[in-house]
């Protein structure tokens, strides 16, 4: 299944090009928050938001007064991806019954509900707004998008925590190889910079709690890491069965070869000890790309910048790969972008294909400290010109989800 249009909103730029030139260049998308006013007591004040961002671009203003940002983020991606496509246009060369959406997000439009139900809370059940269910539902960014579209193929939400995206990247991957879907539009969008979410993580010790220094927070894989970086953002792909994409004379990006999907059944937060579901959904994903752990350039790793998960994802890349693993570049680009929850392993899965096209790495910013237990080469010196065949994209949620993603270089 080839890559044929891509989409991306993070907190380092507002489209493709924008991003790519960020991460290039090193640069944190961490910031005070802006999108509400932090209370006093709320120990983490920053976070990596989407600046600059009008829906208005991709929606009338009516729509998307009508639509949570998560679904306005999903919306947006998409149009870039479908433009990159060739498909925003014209889709008379793509049957609608084969033409499907799949789009995860891990807790979909919650600054829509935290608005409403304070309204409730209020003025009484007869102020919430009759918007209100089809703003919060998860799904509703995959409805969207497939109204948009006319896309009648499968259509759901996938939602898996922070595995969400790369869930419904995999699934999608699926549809096409079963034969039931000739083109997907997938991945992953979320919207969580809110007093309840920003809340319950920081109760949960999960933030960084740097706020004298935002831009230096998330340091994935450094021995001095406490913790990640909230973040929001969509990243988005257009998927297709490679026949498909030839007959139209599409321009093909990269490949998704191969697909690990496991569950740590564990800890309901904690990651299996040693990464141990990780292991397998790398192996898993090898296997089904026909992949050697030799063959295997560049890994984007899940690398939050939490000292469980960098430390036990170290080790299970270690397990995976072998010796190799010492050759390769394990990056993080979350040292960047945030952790953007469900939208993750799509975000992840664009940059992995851009670094496949491109042959080159970003870096893992803000690491000045070695863990001896994480000791890889994570690409901590700028970014690395190097050619990447075969990229693996790591995803891992609270509930012991995990997905990864083998995504290949095309060479036609």
């Given at each position: ?71 306005q983020l ?7 991806a479908m ?238 790969l072998g ?90």
């Open positions: 299944m080839v890559i044929t249009g891509t989409g991306l909103i993070t907190a380092v730029g507002n489209d493709v090009q924008s991003n790519w030139a960020a991460l290039l260049a090193g640069r944190s998308g961490a910031a005070p928050i802006t999108q509400f006013d932090p209370p006093e007591d709320l120990k983490v004040k920053f976070a990596c938001e989407v600046k600059g961002f009008d829906p208005a671009e991709y929606m009338d203003r009516k729509e998307a007064k009508r639509t949570d940002r998560y679904a999903a919306v947006a991606a998409s149009v870039q433009r990159e496509a060739g498909l925003d246009e014209s889709r008379d060369d793509i049957d609608a019954d084969r033409f499907g959406v799949l789009i995860g997000s891990g807790i979909g439009g919650i600054a829509t509900f935290e608005e409403q139900h304070a309204r409730f809370i209020e003025k009484g059940p007869a102020r919430v707004s009759p918007f209100f269910v089809p703003m919060f539902i998860a799904d509703i960014a995959a409805g969207l998008v497939s109204i948009r579209y006319g896309a009648k193929g499968p259509n759901y939400a996938t939602v898996s925590a922070c595995a969400s995206g790369a869930h419904a990247i995999g699934n999608a991957f699926r549809s096409i190889q079963v034969g039931e879907s000739d083109a997907m539009i997938t991945g992953g969008t979320e919207a969580t910079v809110t007093p309840m979410t920003m809340s319950g993580f920081a109760a949960l010790t999960a933030l960084s709690e740097r706020n004298d220094s935002p831009e230096t927070a998330s340091r994935p894989f450094d021995a001095t890491r406490d913790g990640f970086v909230l973040g929001e953002g969509a990243g988005m792909l257009v998927l297709e069965e490679l026949e498909h994409a030839k007959r139209r004379g599409a321009t093909i990006i990269a490949e998704v070869a191969g697909l690990g999907q496991t569950a740590d059944a564990y800890h309901i937060t904690a990651p299996a000890i040693g990464g141990e579901g990780a292991l397998r959904a790398m192996r898993a994903a090898l296997k089904s790309a026909g992949a050697t752990p030799e063959e295997v350039d560049y890994v984007n790793a899940h690398g939050t910048s939490t000292p469980a998960n960098d430390l036990n994802e170290t080790a299970a890349i270690k397990a995976a010796e190799h693993a010492y050759s390769i570049i394990v990056g993080s680009t979350k040292s960047m972008t945030g952790h953007t929850l469900g939208a993750a392993g799509g975000v992840e899965a664009v940059i992995s294909a851009l670094t496949c096209r491109e042959g080159v790495i970003p870096p893992t910013i803000n690491y000045s400290t070695p863990d001896p237990e994480c000791d890889l080469n994570y690409g901590t010196q700028g970014p690395i010109q190097r050619p990447v065949k075969l990229a693996l994209s790591n995803s891992f949620g609270f509930g012991g989800h995990n997905v990864c993603l083998a995504i290949r270089r095309f060479d036609g």
